[in-house]
Structure formats: structure tokens, C-alpha cells
């Protein structure tokens, strides 16, 4: 094979690695794939919390159960799974061009968040009020005060970064800075907060529930 | 990126039927807070209700059913995560029964 042969053959062999090397993660556009990569690895997170919560309560023989309503965090599961259905026809309007509507749509899910924030505030008042602290059980085990304050604050700090970042890219897709690409990135980090609330409540409010 | 990419497969009408079938899921876990069984059996079926909960927003509000590479990475690493976290439950037992889990 001739130098001049060589050096076509190399060309070619670089540039096809080159292809390889920037082709898409299971055709996934880098922005969407970085964030799957954050919600894997925040599944870790939340899952290593819950398993954690589930070793302690299985342990400790007189886990208390102090919740005596459902209702409050009835309207939460509510809330939360309503504003996964706002922010998806959010996005589906924005693939649609309907700029206006992705809009309305984007800001009505980050008021449902808001309003689900509200509420879980409002009801760790209303523990606070009866002497439950991250360090400090009425019931029993402060370490229930641990766990439930630790899983829901992460949840609740979740929640308020997704708000937060509903409303900023809301704002800068109304004003062209972004598109509906970058919706659907947010809708998929908000999909997760929504499901991860699947997992907390049965396992830090249902089964903690006084009969 | 892909302004190309986008899911109208099953469209608003699909959204809304996963959306009711999410409620109606979560509206079980309530009923099965109040049923009269032992805490491991209401774990186990509230668990099954959320895998099932969390596979439907997965699939279909997440669109993960339209990407099987995708798919199968995250149910991959997930489930990896979760058997590797399992390794706590002896020592959890050893502390509630004692020498049991010990040896």
C-alpha cells in the first residue's frame, strides 16, 4: 500500500471515529441525556435515602405512627400529579408552536408547584408545633423525626429547584432565548420530583399512618 | 437540539388517560393505608402499586417507552442501585432480633 494509500486510509479512519465519538447517546440529544444522567443519579440519592429509612424502621420495634389524616397529603399527591399533566401539555404546545400556551401552561404547573410547597410547609408547622424536630420525637424514636424531615427536605428542596427552574426557562422560551427542547428538559427533571412523591408517601406517610 | 424530536405518539388524550390512571393508583395506596393487614404485607402492596406508578410516568410522561436503549440503561442502573443497596437489611435485622443475623 502506497504512502499516498496510508494516509486516505487514516483519513478516512479518523473521520469515522470522529463520527462514532460525536454520534448521540442512544440518539439522544446531549441536553436531554445530561439530564437523564442527573435523574439516575438522583434516583441513587433518593433510593439510598428510603432503603436507609427502611433498614432504621425495621429495626426499631417502636416506630411511632403520628399521622392521623390523609387529607393533606392526599391534595399534595393531587397537586403534584396534576402539574405532570400541565407540564406535559405544556410541552406538547410548545412542539406545536404555540408559544403562548407552552407559556400559561409552563406557569400554571410552577404555581401547582408553589401551592404543593405551601402545603408541605404548612403541614411540617403543624409537626414542628407538636414537638417533632430533625433531632427530637414526642412519639418515640427521634430518629423518625430523622427521616421523615431528611427524605421530605430533600423532596421539598427538589421541588423548589424545579419551580425555580420552571419559571426562569418559562420566561426565556417566552422571550426566544430557549425553545421547546429545553421545556422538555425541565419537564423531565419535574416528571421525576412527581415520581419520586409515588415512593414518599406511601413509604414515609401511609405506613405511618395511626389506625 | 432536535426541535425534531418530539412526541406526539398517542397525543394530549394518552396523557390524560396515564394522568387518571396515576390517580386512581394512588387513590389504592390511600385505600391500602387503611386496610386491617400487617406492615410488611401493606409494604409489600404499596411498593407493587408505586413500581407500577413510577413505571407508567417512566414510560409515558417521561416518553422512555419510545427509546428502548434509553430504557433499558436507566431499568439497567437502577435496578443495580437498588440490589446493591439491599446490603443493610442483616444488619438491621441483627439489631431488632439480636445474634440472629450475627454468625
Known amino acids: 500500500m502506497s504512502q499516498a494509500d496510508l494516509s486516505i486510509h487514516g483519513q478516512v479512519s479518523r473521520t469515522g471515529a470522529t463520527e462514532i465519538m460525536t454520534a448521540p447517546t442512544f440518539s439522544v440529544p446531549a441536553k436531554k441525556m445530561a439530564m437523564w444522567l442527573f435523574i439516575i443519579a438522583d434516583t441513587a440519592t433518593f433510593a439510598g435515602c428510603l432503603v436507609a429509612y427502611g433498614f432504621i424502621r425495621n429495626s426499631t420495634p417502636d416506630w411511632p405512627r403520628p399521622f392521623h389524616s390523609i387529607t393533606n397529603v392526599a391534595i399534595m399527591t393531587f397537586i403534584l400529579l396534576t402539574s405532570s399533566l400541565t407540564m406535559l401539555i405544556g410541552v406538547r404546545s410548545a412542539q406545536k408552536e404555540n408559544k403562548a400556551g407552552a407559556f400559561r401552561w409552563m406557569m400554571i404547573t410552577a404555581v401547582l408547584g408553589i401551592v404543593f410547597a405551601v402545603l408541605h410547609i404548612r403541614e411540617w408547622l403543624g409537626m414542628i408545633g407538636e414537638g417533632a424536630t430533625l433531632f427530637h420525637n414526642p412519639w418515640g424514636t427521634p430518629l423518625f423525626g430523622s427521616a421523615f424531615f431528611s427524605i421530605t427536605g430533600l423532596h421539598l428542596l427538589h421541588v423548589t429547584g424545579g419551580v425555580i427552574a420552571l419559571i426562569a426557562v418559562a420566561i426565556r422560551y417566552r422571550g426566544g432565548r430557549y425553545g421547546a427542547d429545553d421545556l422538555e428538559v425541565t419537564g423531565l427533571y419535574w416528571h421525576f420530583v412527581d415520581l419520586v412523591w409515588m415512593f414518599v408517601v406511601p413509604l414515609m406517610y401511609l405506613m405511618n399512618l395511626s389506625h | ?103
Open chain 2, 1 to 103: 437540539m432536535a426541535a425534531a424530536e418530539t412526541h406526539n405518539t398517542g397525543g394530549i388524550g394518552k396523557d390524560v388517560a396515564i394522568y387518571v390512571l396515576l390517580l386512581i393508583l394512588a387513590g389504592i395506596q390511600f385505600v391500602i393505608a387503611y386496610q386491617n393487614i400487617t406492615a410488611s404485607q401493606m409494604f409489600v402492596r404499596m411498593l407493587s402499586v408505586a413500581i407500577i406508578e413510577g413505571g407508567l410516568a417512566l414510560l409515558f410522561f417521561m416518553h422512555l417507552s419510545e427509546n428502548r436503549g434509553l430504557m433499558w440503561f436507566v431499568a439497567i442502573f437502577t435496578v443495580a442501585v437498588l440490589l446493591g443497596l439491599q446490603y443493610g437489611w442483616t444488619d438491621s435485622y441483627r439489631l431488632l432480633e439480636g445474634v440472629r443475623w450475627s454468625h
